[in-house]
């Protein structure tokens, strides 16, 4: 039975450098340059078999070198302040009160905040002719420039006060929406980053539907009846009276939000980071087509720029009430927290909202500190992930290629009150804390979008491509100029892996939210039997940008294979290679697979450490670099200059003082 692989969720956490050489068949000669990759590494005194969702960790940044020498890995543990606030805190409680899990994220007090992982994704950027710089990113923090040869932090992009606070405003820590996938503009040399506030009504809006709006009459409604009925005896007063009467839950999400956004409800907001890597970024208020402060519904993930328009995606990662509600898991059995997440759980949308910003409009408001502003689309699809050709044809019409997760959720995570859909029961311990497998075949898509005069126009679904075998939990892709500091005009190759379809991670929550769907591609009955028969492997696909689509490479059953990356060949006219991490049952089952970019069919290559096991786990986002330097910029932020408004405070001052100790002395021991 296809399932999460064992290796998967093992990780290392090491402080400080480390490295290993990789062994095994010969590497292909033509194959040079480093490929590096983020992932979450959990937090310290957490067991690797949490049922914490895996996004909840301190984000690990790893490189692969290839060179005349052969192949090495090096990986680092990111330490921005709030990591030492918690190391502090956790060695001396007496500084402030713990960080703590809450969903997809981990919290202290509303002195203190909340943490930015720095676990997502990864920019390249190049000003001018000088070297390479790498930025690091996460979805609640302001990005960090990264050293490409040692893998330190090198400074935050932003001193505090250009960024808007979402939660925690006057913590030292506070909490920033922002972009996991910033835009980097080549043409232009400067980053564009997108900062919000959702405004206190999405999220009155999101409790009145879930306690206001008649009772669904599905299973997790009658379970929850049925077992409130045998466990009354044992269950508080005051538990049942929040279950049943559901307003006392939202009266106690609301109070808590407000506490931790600083005693009052935040107000929609939304505006542009612009950075050129060597001053302050300039920050423009962005409004929507009516001039209101533009609102993201769910997540601004992910941005992309063309040669004259800025897109960003209000993408279908959609946001949940993990940070509103009080923390009921102690106080609540799982039944009842099942019927707690079964009332507040929703299907991702089915389109998703894109925001068009003319360049030439920026370039104004930049000049007269103007708001500006954006115009919108709607894609019908669900979509986390996208790409547009750069050449937009004179600002006449966009053509984006997407990743649409019609059948797959990346925002749910399978926790241990889940019930297991296809075998009743708590669900296997190896889906803990990863994310539920797909219920309907997901898609790849190519969308074109007339412009009128600056605005969208008429928006075509040109192509929707999927394979019955191949395209199951669509997960991240790769491929020339993605996510590097290079340019192209056309998305020509995405390189993308799937999770399959897993029949240990569905979960009787999320086969109940997508059973209904109404972009449903395979009959559920069909769904139903493949599950019966062990599901589908995971594979490695290739997306052409002329709207086909090829399965290059399917796993075995029970291994798993992630963050390919695109690598170019040193060979003129050679279409490159794939290079992928891949995970099997047994916990040292740990490769590196080397893959013909034009074939995608067997490795051309497979490593393993030389010595022991590779050190990550979960994996997420890539980019490469032809070389490796140290980070060329003379822009930084130091811990003390950023962290001056609260210092006299114990915490901060052990966090500042952590950090200039720390850095001579690990720099002198390497």
């Known amino acids: ?125 190049r000003f001018g002719a000088a070297p390479e710089r790498l930025l690091v990113t996460y979805e609640s923090g302001r990005p960090y420039e990264v050293c490409p040869s040692t893998l ?58 879930a306690f206001s709006t008649g009772w669904r009459p599905q299973r997790g409604f009658l379970r929850a009846v049925s077992e409130i009925r045998r466990n009354a005896t044992e269950t508080a007063a005051e538990t049942l009276t929040a279950l049943v009467t559901g307003p006392a839950i939202a009266r106690a999400a609301i109070s808590r939000f407000r506490r931790l956004a600083g005693g009052s409800l935040p107000e929609t907001d939304a505006r542009l980071v612009i950075w050129d890597g060597a001053n302050e970024p300039k920050t423009i208020p962005v409004h929507d087509a009516k001039g209101k402060p533009l609102e993201f519904v769910e997540s601004a993930h992910q941005m992309v720029v063309t040669d004259q328009h800025l897109l960003v995606i209000d993408a279908a990662f959609k946001f949940e009430m993990d940070l509103v509600l009080p923390d009921l898991s102690r106080k609540l059995p799982a039944w009842t927290l099942r019927f707690i997440r079964q009332r507040l759980s929703r299907r991702q949308p089915s389109t998703t909202r894109l925001h068009i910003i ?25 979509v986390v992930h996208c790409f547009a050709d750069r050449d937009d044809r004179g600002g006449t019409k966009l053509v984006l290629h997407v990743i649409d997760n019609a059948g797959a959720d990346s925002s749910e995570f399978l926790l241990a009150n889940d019930l297991w859909e296809l075998r009743g029961g708590s669900l296997p311990p190896e889906t803990l804390g990863m994310m539920p497998t797909g219920t309907d075949l997901d898609r790849l898509a190519r969308f ?95 997306y052409h940008g002329d709207g086909s689509l090829t399965i290059g490479h399917t796993l075995p059953k029970g291994w798993l294979l992630l963050s390919p990356q695109w690598v170019p060949s040193t060979t003129e006219g050679h279409p490159g290679y794939v290079v992928a991490a891949v995970f099997g049952p047994r916990a040292d089952d740990k490769e590196v697979w ?77």
């Open 594 to 670: 080397i893959f013909h970019a034009g074939t995608l069919g067997e490795p051309v290559a497979k490593l393993r450490a030389r010595q022991g096991v590779l050190p990550w786990g979960y994996i997420v986002h890539s980019t490469f670099m032809r070389e490796v330097h140290e980070a060329p910029g003379d822009y930084a932020i130091s811990p003390r200059e950023d962290l001056a408004p609260w210092a006299g405070t114990p915490l901060v001052d052990a966090v500042i003082e952590a950090m200039e100790d720390e850095t001579p002395l690990a720099a002198a021991a390497e």
């Open 358 to 382: 003319p360049l030439a409009a920026i370039d104004a408001a930049e000049q007269t500190g103007d708001a500006v502003r954006a115009s919108t689309v709607e894609l019908n699809a669900s």
């Open 448 to 542: 074109e979008i007339d412009l009128e005069e600056g605005r969208p126009g008429r928006c075509r679904k040109t192509h929707e491509l999927c394979d019955p075998d191949g395209t199951w939990t669509i997960a991240l892709a790769s491929g020339p100029g993605i996510a590097t500091s290079d340019a192209r005009d056309r998305v020509g190759d995405l390189f993308f892996y799937t999770h399959g379809l897993m029949p240990t991670a569905l979960s009787e929550l999320v086969w109940d939210l997508y059973r209904g769907s109404n972009r449903r591609i395979m009959d559920l009955r069909e769904v139903r039997r493949r599950l019966e028969q062990g599901g589908t492997s995971a594979t490695l696909g290739h």
């Open 152 to 209: 330190r932090l090198v400074t935050p992009v932003g001193e505090r006060d250009k960024w808007l606070p979402t939660l925690f405003p006057d913590a030292p820590f506070a909490m920033i929406s922002a972009t996991s996938h910033p835009a980097w503009d080549p043409t232009r040399e400067r980053v564009y980053a997108m900062n919000f506030v959702r405004g206190w009504h999405i999220y009155a809006k999101r409790l009145a539907r």
């Open 1 to 125: 039975m296809h399932t999460f692989p064992e290796s998967v969720r093992q990780y290392r956490r090491d402080e400080g450098l480390q490295s290993v050489a990789l062994a095994g068949d010969e590497i292909p000669s033509d194959l040079r340059g480093a490929v590096f990759i983020v992932g979450p590494a959990g937090a310290e005194g957490r067991p690797s078999g949490s049922d914490t969702p895996f996004l909840n960790g301190d984000g690990c940044l790893y490189r692969m070198t290839f060179d005349e020498d052969g192949a090495h890995l090096d990986w680092r543990m990111l330490q921005p302040p709030c990591w030492w606030a918690e190391k502090l805190t956790r060695d001396d409680p007496r500084l402030a009160q713990p960080f703590e899990d809450r969903g997809i994220a981990r919290i202290s007090s509303e002195a203190v905040g909340g943490r930015n992982m720095l676990n997502t994704a990864l920019q390249a950027i």
